[in-house]
């Protein structure tokens, strides 16, 4: 047995399945503990029966019993909820109950006017982490809040798990290159990762026609019929945004969309404020899983946030009425103030 697989090394330093059982412990407890604060919060200021939080938290009557009396012996609950999580707590439930979500998850800010991203892609990995089991397949989309939740993912061996890139790839942006992030988030579960060898968005609507049709690329999008979970980031038409940034638009396409009422989009799929699909060039010009497909899949994570971002995110709210929506405190006191 190699010292790497015992309790200590020779050192008397933790080994490595030590250390694992610790990060295990730690990411159990701190699942725990939300669910602690949702089936109190629930109980005791919502007054909801147990057999109704048991279906709003995905579980057992008698596991929601335990949750309560948990809380009830550490403290947690007396006549009001003690527990810092409690206003973050009162963000979810709110944003659950006005959008129709069945998990939201809020990532704190030590300061309003912090950049959000940081705080929700630590979140987004996390939650990710406790997600994803064996035999699933996800579908994944891009953006600078979806690649820098990697660091955040638990790394962990997965049996028949696959990965399937939901649009084509950048060759201007390397670091936030969809097909890139694809790749890395297989190989952080040590599953298989299926790529759209295209790029983003083609000349024309023909274009794309023949290369789905003549290149074997539509194995891929009949693969993204068969997801599990579908993540996904909301982008914006304003001049900062990550698809504007990289040349990917020009400036005639940008103005043009705009005039056409474009607040976001999602997967390069263009929308308005009342949550329609454009009827632009672009459209039919992107080479990605179209967003019926991605209203189908079962389990639909949407992860975005920032003042720049709370028309499009009220609006991808309506358009694939996401499974889970993680977001920041302020993004979250936004979307409730709008």
Known sequence: MNDDDKSADHRGQPGRRQRRRSIDGDRTEGRMQRLRIRAAWMYYVEQKTQNAIAEVLDVGRITVVRLLADARARNEVRISIQSPLAAITYLERQLELKFGIGSAIVAPLSDPDADPVPAISAATGYYISTLVASGMRVGVGWGQTLF?????????????????????????????NPTEFAWQFAQTFQGEGFLLPAPAIVDSARTKHALIENCGLNEIFKLAETLDLAIVSVGTVKPANSTYRVNLLSEDDRNSLVECGAVGDLLFHYYNADAKLLDHPINHRVMSVGIEQIRKTPARLLSSGGPGKIEALLAALKLIEPTIFITDEQSAHRLLQD
Not at 154 to 167: A, D, G, R
């Open 148 to 176: 820098n939740s990697l660091p955040y993912l638990t790394n962990q061996k997965l049996e028949n798990f696959s990965v399937v890139s939901l649009l084509g790839g950048i060759s201007e942006a390397r670091r936030y």
